[in-house]
């Protein structure tokens, strides 16, 4: 039954991953077509309201009375006239200018007496014996359309007639819908939108604006996260279908982008249905599992009796228990103390592990200055003998290290450069970083960083976080350690890796606390870490990173000559 309701549950999981896909292919096809033909009929209104404007300055420019208006230079009965005519034809507007480009009738009156001489409709005509069209900018952002022509008597201008075509109440028609629409004229700059502050601007210039008004939530309210097929374009980082179509009319292009919310809510109703059919074939499932459930339960209440009578037989048996239980910690504290000698011990065969090597080195410096010497050299054995000097100092103070265990730090102190500090540390981990495949990242200043310090076991702090390091890294692939020096009030030193991170912090400084197998790690290495930094006045803190990985900071007092010595707040 468990088998069947994982099956059930898989073959819902990929019954509906399928059909949203394969749904979501077809209504977004179907919504293309849709789209495609809207804007093939949005572009034939738009030639038809040209056309329909078109032929009305030559019909205006041939007609007796305005032509015996301007000759005769009485308009008042022009406007009127330019009133019926707008009436009867349906134009935006209707304007008569004289030849020195002044509007003498106008179907709107606040304009007769404005000077147009400079607009490019009263130019182009006056230069064109045709009819012009032309596109200029409004102080209101929006665009005027107008067809305009010279009305000639006896081979003379006398004026200009200009009709404005009405192509915004186009535009008012396509917002009402959840499209949004914009025409470019032959340059590429928008001249018609249903969004008002893409006017003007190129339509790369009008996608990039991020401030985007409630029209285009409202057209655009789409997610991105239901489907794997890449969108068409991105409006305010949103999803949307672009189909484009070109106006048979001065290069212009018409551009629409539509939601994909409607698909998306189609394929969901679908997807519902689905998912409803599957809940009851698995509620029938269950309730097949709650029956033997019960029967179950018959055959558990049987065996209650029996339960009943070990019941008392437990209770007899919790007192003795409890006595050995208080035996097994007397004896569980004695193992641990037990533990903690063998740590010591494997700590100090650590150290005498740490000897062997300069021994090995001062033997083989020995021969060769024995060599040299036998060979006249006398200057290059001495340089051998100034090796195995700093190897019989390093050998004193690793011995001095066992002490730092089990006093209080900070008696001989000096200033020492962080940069060095880190690069000493890095030297003697050399061997175990060859050995791992660990990419090693150096991040310090140019100016040294000075802080006071015992050098010898501040290398061995960086040393006990380095080798932490490494062992977190033991199953990482792409292993990294990143180590940074960096100065502002205080000297900080961080080592960061990319391993699993720190399961509790709390314990961590802890002595004898440890993540490590048993025999590999004593569990003293920070709490002996932590105490070196806080006898020079620093603290060392740790946390893991949000992406992974943890991060061990030492802080440290900076060094300023003829200031005194502050020492941190302890965390």
């Known amino acids: 039954m468990r088998a069947s309701v994982a099956g059930i549950f898989l073959a819902a999981l990929a019954s509906v991953w399928i059909t949203n896909a394969w749904l979501t292919e077809r209504f977004s096809e179907t919504t293309r077509v849709r789209s495609e033909l809207r804007l093939a009929l949005y572009s034939g209104n738009l030639m038809s309201e040209l056309q329909r404007n078109s032929v009305v300055p030559l019909l205006l420019a041939r007609d007796p009375a305005l032509i015996g208006a301007l000759d005769g230079n009485d308009f008042s009965t022009t ?88 192509l915004t109440r186009l535009e008012r028609s396509w917002a009402s819908i959840s499209d949004a629409v914009a025409v470019t004229d032959s340059e590429g700059n928008i001249i018609l939108a249903t969004e008002p502050r893409w006017r003007g601007l190129t339509m790369a210039e009008a996608l990039s604006v991020r401030s985007a008004p409630s029209a285009i939530q409202r057209a655009f309210q789409v997610t991105a996260d239901w489907t ?52 009851i074939l698995l509620a029938g499932t269950f309730w097949l599992l709650s029956r033997r459930a019960r029967r179950q339960s018959v055959a558990y209440m049987r065996e209650s009796a029996d339960l009943r009578a070990l019941n008392a037989r437990l209770t007899r048996e919790i007192a003795e228990r409890e006595r050995v239980q208080k035996e097994l910690r007397v004896a569980e504290q004695t193992v641990q103390q037990s533990s903690k000698l063998a740590a010591l011990g494997e700590m100090s065969a650590g150290v005498s592990h740490e000897l062997n090597q300069p021994l090995a080195a001062m033997k083989t410096y020995l021969a060769g200055a024995r060599l040299l010497l036998q060979r006249s050299r006398p200057e290059e054995a001495l340089s051998s003998f100034q090796r195995i000097d700093d190897l019989i100092d390093r050998m004193g103070a690793i011995t001095q290290q066992l002490k730092s265990y089990a006093r209080k730090g900070g008696e001989a102190v000096e200033p020492v450069d962080l940069r060095a500090a880190v690069s000493s540390a890095l030297t003697m981990m050399e061997p175990q970083l060859r050995a791992r495949p660990i990419r090693i990242a150096r991040n310090v200043p140019r100016e040294k960083v000075m802080v006071l310090a015992d050098r010898i076991r501040l290398e061995q702090v960086l040393i006990n976080l380095m080798r932490n390091a490494i062992d977190a890294l033991r199953d990482t692939r792409d292993a990294r350690i990143e180590i940074t020096v960096e100065a502002g009030a205080h000297a900080h030193v961080s080592v960061r890796d990319n391993g699993p991170g ?58 300023r000559p003829g200031e005194p010595r502050q020492a941190l707040a302890a965390e």
């Open 79 to 166: 406007s009127a006239r330019l009133m019926a005519a707008q009436k009867e034809i349906g134009a935006a507007s209707i304007r008569l200018l004289d030849a020195t480009g002044r509007v003498v009738g106008s179907t709107d009156r606040y304009q007769i007496g404005m000077g147009s001489g400079t607009a490019p409709f009263f130019v182009e005509a006056l230069r064109s014996r045709d009819t012009v069209f032309t596109v200029s900018e409004q102080a209101s952002g929006a665009f005027e359309f107008a067809y305009s022509r010279a009305v000639l008597a006896d081979g003379k201008t006398l004026g200009v007639i200009v009709v404005g075509a009405d």
């Open 228 to 279: 794997s097929t890449p969108a068409d374009a991105y409006v305010q980082g949103r999803a949307v279908m672009r189909a484009e179509a070109r106006v048979p009319f001065r290069g212009w292009r018409m551009i629409s982008f539509t939601a994909y919310s409607s698909v998306r809510e189609r394929v969901n109703a679908i997807l519902a249905l689905e998912i409803m059919g599957f809940a």
């Open 502 to 559: 720190i399961s509790d912090l709390e314990k961590l400084f802890e002595p004898f606390w440890t993540t490590k197998k048993p025999g590999e790690g004593t569990g003293l290495g920070l709490a002996i870490s932590s105490t070196i930094v806080a006898d020079f006045g620093g603290r060392l803190t740790a946390h893991n990173e949000t992406d992974g990985g943890a991060v061990f900071e030492v802080e440290l007092p900076l060094y």
